[in-house]
C-alpha cells in the first residue's frame, strides 16, 4: 500500500491561489496513477486531475482544465495541485489518492473506484 499525507489547504478570499501537496511512502509510488479528488459537504467526491508518475502525462476533467495543475516532484515523493483564481464553489476537502497504472488511462481516472490508497484530506475554504 502507499501512504499518503496532504497538507497545503487553508483559509483564502475569492480569486486566491493555494498549492496542495501530496507525500507519498510505503509501496515504490512510482508508476502509480495519482490523483486528486474534491468532497464539499453534502455532495460526493469528485474527480479534479490525475497523473502518471511513470512518464509524468496528466489528466483533468474538463471543468477543472484552465484553473488547475497537477505535477509531481520525484526527489520528494510528492504531488502537488496548484489551484488558482479560487472560487467560494471550490470549497471542499481535497483527498490525493494512488491507483494503479491503468487507473489513467481513459476516463478512469476520474472514478474514485480505480483508486486503491487515500490521504485523510486537506480542507479548502474559500470565502470572503
Known amino acids: 500500500a502507499v501512504q499518503l499525507v496532504e497538507s497545503g489547504g487553508g483559509s483564502v478570499e475569492p480569486g486566491g491561489s493555494l498549492r496542495l501537496s501530496c507525500v507519498a511512502s510505503?509501496?515504490?509510488?512510482?508508476?502509480?496513477?495519482m490523483g486528486w479528488f474534491r468532497q464539499a459537504p453534502g455532495k460526493e467526491r469528485e474527480g479534479i486531475a490525475a497523473i502518471y508518475t511513470g512518464d509524468s502525462s496528466t489528466y483533468y476533467v474538463d471543468s477543472m482544465k484552465g484553473r488547475f495543475t497537477i505535477s509531481q516532484d520525484n526527489a520528494k515523493d510528492t504531488v502537488y495541485l496548484q489551484m488558482n483564481s479560487l472560487k467560494p464553489e471550490d470549497t471542499a476537502m481535497y483527498y490525493c489518492a494512488a491507483g494503479l497504472p491503468w487507473a489513467c488511462g481513459g476516463s478512469r481516472y476520474s472514478r474514485v473506484s480505480e483508486y486503491a490508497d487515500w490521504g485523510q484530506g486537506t480542507q479548502v475554504t474559500v470565502s470572503s
Open positions: 510505503g509501496d515504490t509510488w512510482r508508476g502509480h496513477c
